[in-house]
């Protein structure tokens, strides 16, 4: 993988992981140590990008929301961070969003979300417990 233009364009967190799971497979290589060190990059990347609401998403439903959310008056970096963060509620999408509540309705927030919801479907796993001693 060569960057031919750096800043190009924005990837989501989904092309990221995509482009990496393309590129993890196995391949005869020459330079045994730095490509194993390239290959721990990908995996713990891609591990880490799994964890994240890009591990469940598709590109169907990726393409499903962006039409469902072009009539809204959203930047291309919001858009990335409502696929990237996936906020599930208004709380979190007033962090996403920039100035949220004074663009938005409450009502038009809750559509936002409703959005969210019926395009990429998304449920947090529940976070780790501690170990008993």
């Known amino acids: 993988m060569e960057v031919v233009t750096e800043q190009a364009a924005l990837l989501s967190n989904y092309e990221v992981l995509t482009l990496l799971r393309a590129n993890s497979q196995p391949k005869t290589r020459s330079k045994a140590q730095a490509l194993q060190d390239l290959r721990t990059i990908e995996y713990e990347t891609i591990k880490y990008l799994e964890a994240l609401p ?39 999408l007033n962090t996403v969003i920039e100035e949220c509540s004074s663009r938005f309705t409450d009502e038009q927030q809750a559509e936002i979300l409703q959005i969210l919801d019926e395009t990429l479907p998304y449920t947090r796993p529940a976070p780790p417990q501690p170990m008993a001693e």
């Open 54 to 92: 890009c591990g469940s998403q598709s590109q169907e439903q990726i393409q499903a929301f962006l039409s469902a959310i072009k009539t809204w008056n959203l930047s291309k970096g919001e858009k990335l961070m409502l696929l990237n963060l996936r906020p599930i509620s208004a709380v979190e």
